[in-house]
C-alpha cells in the first residue's frame, strides 16, 4: 500500500560501494534524485515492473509510488528496493555495484 505520510523536504542518499552521497528532494524517486546528481543506476521500464533497477537497501526507509511494485513481500523483508518508484522517508543507502556517473567531462552521455 503507498505509503501518504507526508516526506520530509530532502534526505541524503548514499550509493554504495561507490561512497558516493547526494541530496534526495521529496518528491522525487531515488532513481531520479540519482540522475540529478549525475549517476546512472541501472534500469528500464521505470514503473516498478521490471524488476530491473532492483538493488538492496543498506540503511534507511522507502515508500512506494505504486501499490504493487514488483517485489514479493519476502524480497521487501530481506532488503530489496526498486528506486525508480521508492522515495525516500529517511536518509537512505543503497547498495548499487552498477551504478556510475555520467555527464561529466569524459564521461559518457546518458544512456536512453
Ligand atoms: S526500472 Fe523497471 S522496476 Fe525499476
Redesign the pocket.
Known sequence: MPDDRPAAATHRLRIEPAGWELSAPAGLTL?QAARAAGIHL?????????????CRLLAGRVAYRVEW??LSPEERASGEV????AEPRSDVTLDVPGAHRVGGPGQEAWPD
Open positions: 532513481l541501472p534500469r528500464s521500464c521505470q514503473n516498478g515492473s521490471c524488476r530491473a533497477c532492483r511494485p514488483g526498486l528506486p525508480c518508484v
